[in-house]
C-alpha cells in the first residue's frame, strides 16, 4: 500500500480578478476551490491513475470536515487524525490578468497558519504509521508547521527503517539532506533546490546531473530534479541518467505540478519497474497538471503520455 503524510492540508480558494487595488474594495470576476497540500496532491493523482493508496494528516474544524468528505467524494482514502481545537487552513490565491500579457495570470498566494498540531496528535500519527511493513511506500512531502517538532521527517523516517518501506520524500535543505542517510527511494528537488543543497550553480543538465550525484552519495537512490518548463533529470540507483522535456504549452497553474510528478513517477514505477517509462509518466503527470486550473484527471494524464 501507498501512504501520503500532509502535516498541513488546506482548502486552496482562487479568486480571479481583472486588477487588484490594495486599500479598495476589490470585486472578482469567479471564484475556485480546490483541496490541497503536497500529500493530498499526490493522493489524488494516484487515485486518478487507479493506484490505491491511503492519505495521512491532520483536520480540524469545519474546513476540515469539509475537506475529508470532499476528497471521500472524489475517491480518496483517507485516515486524517482530527484535531480537537482550531480548524484546517484555506490558503488564498488571487489572480489577476498581467498588464504586458492579457492572456497570462499573475497570482499573489496567502498561505494561512492552521490549527495548532499537539503532541497527543503526534503520537497517534506515529502510531498509525507504525502499521506499514515490508512492501509498503511512504510519501513525506512539505513544510513542517511550527507547532510540531522540526524533526519530524527524521522521526518517522527513523521508526520505520529496516521495516522493507520505500520512502519518497518530496522536501527542501535540511529536511532532505539530514533524512538522505535513510536512503529514500526516490527525491524530489526542483532545480533551485538542488543547487542550495550542493552550494554550486547548476545551469545545464550535465551540472545538474553532477550535483544529483552528490545527494546520491549522501544517501538517495533515485534523484529527480524537476525544472519546470524544461522539463525533468533523473539519476537512476543504477547511475543511468534521463532527461524528458516538458510535454505543455498552454501553462495555466503551476500549483501541484511537481506533487503530480512524483505521482506520477511512482504510478509508472510501480507499473512498470521502468525508469524512463517512470520518468515519461512523471512528466505527463506534472504537465498536464500545469496546463488545468486544479490536478489533472487520469485521462488527461494518459492522453499526454500517448501523445508524446
Sequence with gaps: ??????????????????????????RSTGEKYYYGGKGINVSTILSNLGIENVALGFVSGFTGAELESGLAANGLNTDFIHLKEGFTRINIKLKKKEDSAPSAMEETEINCQGAAV?????????????????GDTLVVSGNIPNTMP??????????????GVMFVVDATGDLLRKVLKYKPFLIKPNRREIEELCGRRAGNNEEIAECARMLQQEGAQNVLVSMGGDGALLLTADG????????????????GSGDS??????????????????LKMGISAGS???????????EQIIEFYQNN
Design 240 to 255: 543511468d541518467v534521463y532527461y524528458r522535456g516538458s510535454m505543455g504549452d498552454n501553462i495555466r497553474n503551476t500549483v
Design 118 to 134: 499537539s503532541p497527543e496528535a503526534v503520537e497517534e500519527l506515529m502510531n498509525r504509521l507504525d502499521s506499514l511493513k515490508e
Design 150 to 163: 522540526d524533526d519530524m521527517y527524521e522521526r518517522i523516517l527513523g521508526k520505520l527503517q529496516g521495516r
Design 261 to 278: 510528478m512524483v505521482a506520477g513517477f511512482i504510478a509508472g514505477y510501480f507499473k512498470t519497474k521502468d525508469y524512463q517509462s517512470a
Design 1 to 26: 500500500m501507498i501512504y501520503t503524510v500532509t502535516f498541513s492540508p488546506a482548502i486552496d480558494y482562487i479568486v480571479y480578478m481583472d486588477e487588484l487595488i490594495p486599500g479598495e474594495t476589490n
Design 288 to 298: 498536464a497538471s500545469a496546463c488545468q486550473d486544479g490536478l489533472a484527471t487520469g
